[in-house]
């Protein structure tokens, strides 16, 4: 079973920057980024496939966040620039055994423990 480690979260001020990382053990995997605020449905953020030539993001991410990974260190990133207040949540990762880059929460099979990222104005 496939374990997610995920670190890099924090608090920063609006306009500011974060890296998430997510460690993965195990083999290559499909990864997706996550983020859940209080109240809210869990929401795609951005996702990478196996080899990393393709990516996904969610609209409200675009232009600002980027994921990226190494496989040799079997380490996913997600590189959040020009953070807004509204992207404050826990975010996730998550693996899955599929090829691409896949929005839907429901092709993943294993998610890591999540991560607080708080954006203050």
């Known amino acids: 079973q496939v374990q997610l480690v995920e670190s890099g979260g924090g608090l920063v001020q609006a306009g500011g920057s974060l890296r998430l990382s997510c460690a993965a053990s195990g083999r290559t995997f499909s990864m997706g980024w996550f983020r859940q605020a209080p109240g809210k449905e869990r929401e795609f953020v951005a996702a990478?496939?196996?080899?990393?030539?393709?990516?996904a993001y969610a609209t409200s991410v675009q232009g600002r966040f980027t994921t990226s990974r190494d496989n040799a260190k079997n380490t996913v990133y997600l590189q959040m620039n020009s953070l807004k207040p509204e992207d404050s949540a826990v975010y996730y990762c998550?693996?899955?055994?599929?090829?691409?880059?896949?929005?839907?929460?429901?092709?993943?099979?294993?998610w890591g423990q999540g991560t607080q990222v708080t954006v203050s104005s």
């Open positions: 990478i496939s196996r080899s990393g030539g393709s990516t």
């Open positions: 998550a693996a899955g055994a599929m090829w691409g880059a896949v929005s839907s929460e429901n092709q993943y099979d294993a």
